[in-house]
């Protein structure tokens, strides 16, 4: 006879705050003035000569005011800076959505005091020693310089002594959607590093990049360091600054997860929607491998980032979802990024309920021989921000013994409604703090 699980079986729930190393720039603009200074640019930038400047798909903190930095020092060379959106397929594979997409950012002409120019149209630059056309940005080509400016993090599929950053975006980024394809396609009969120093070598000897800004973020969503760097300095600089990209990253606070919920996912929060990184699904998509960690055994998704614009990329890595989220997703642009970067099963649909407590119901029934109240659920709003953490009362013992975590809250039930449903994470004020 089967158990029917009822929500007054859960877990109580307390609340922790994680203290991770937190290095930060306090003065953004001041900061990229003085890394492109000690570039000597002048010697290589007359006046008059147009630059072209990279800017993402992702959430990247202060990249408004990272990218006008950069437009206001060519300025200060006599230099006419104009913006190109450098995303890939990203927002539907199309120049206005990709447009709009760095403007919800923050980024438009008006605030950073230059041209956007958007287009998906490429150029050929040449044919790779694999037997591939490189593929660069229109635009971006026409220019007499590039700046690449890009966050320097670890990649959320492939693993390697440079994964995303500005190498990355020479490929992915300014190939656009037809470079990004050809270039997927190619990593899966190579390998990821061959193809990246392939195509990026071609970009660097043949497309004028003249700079590069690079980015590290803390474990807090905060700009941590801005390095600008010579082109010939790409390869070694990135590989520098992606071992402390992985030491600042944020992490969950425990290292195994029965149950681990989402309150969004997103492009602006990862590539793959959530950081596969963060949840322990960067090799296979419903598992941790055998040495990664941490080991979840269901993830829930409840919604997508305003930011997404509906792309719901990479919610095929999670088990459950909830019904708002699917009907929020934007099918047609999530297949095409799914499709572009080799990965179909990041667009299919998980197990769908229309509430909270369908899918706790539906998930606690699998996670082996586990009873609901000692089960092991974290409850975060997105893999960018985990400072705040939702615990079930079987971590308590062990969060106490930690220094690294701060309790914030007594147990407490989860705040589910008369319909079954939590709020919205950031809309869950704690009640009982601990005093």
Known sequence: MSTVITMSKLP??????????????????????????????????????????????????NIDLIIKAIVDHLKSLGAE???????????????????????????????????????????????????FPVHFDKHASEADHVVVCGRVKPHTNFVGD??????????????????????????????????????????????????????VENGYDKTAKIEAVSPER??????????????????????????????????????????????????????????????????VVRGLTKETHGNAAGIGIAEFVKSGAIAGMDRHITTINCLTGGHPGGAQIPITYDTDQEIFDAALGVIGLVDPPEAKILWVKNTLELAFVECSAIYLEKARERDDLEILTDLRPLPLDGEGNLPNYGEFVPDALVH
């Not at 447009?99 to 919800?104: D, F, V």
């Open 12 to 61: 109580d729930f307390f609340r922790i705050r994680q203290i991770f190393e937190a290095p930060v720039v306090v003065d953004i603009p001041a900061t990229v003035a003085e890394e492109l200074a000690g570039l000597n640019l002048r010697e290589r930038i007359n006046p008059g000569d147009s630059v072209a400047i990279t800017a993402g798909s992702r959430g990247i903190a």
């Open 81 to 131: 800076p104009f913006i190109v959106p450098a995303m890939g397929s990203h927002a539907g594979g199309t120049a206005e959505g990709q447009r709009a997409l760095i403007e919800g950012y923050g980024v438009t002409e008006q605030f950073c005091g230059c041209p956007i120019k958007a287009s998906m149209e490429t150029v050929i630059v040449c044919q790779t020693k694999e037997g």
């Open 162 to 215: 440079i994964e995303s950053g500005l190498m990355k975006m020479m490929l992915i980024g300014l190939g656009k959607h037809a470079g990004a394809k050809i270039y997927h396609r190619a990593i899966q009969d190579h390998s990821f590093g061959q193809i990246l120093r392939s195509v990026a070598g071609e970009v660097l000897k043949r497309c004028k990049v003249v700079a590069g800004v690079g980015i």
């Open 234 to 299: 790409f390869e070694e600089r990135e590989k520098e600054l992606l071992i402390l990209a992985k030491r600042l990253m944020p992490r969950l606070p425990f290292r195994y997860v029965d149950v681990l919920v989402l309150d969004e996912i997103g492009k602006n929060i990862s590539g793959s929607g959530m950081d596969t990184n963060i949840v322990g699904r960067k090799f296979h998509e419903h598992q941790a491998a055998a040495e990664e960690y941490p080991k979840v055994k269901r993830i």
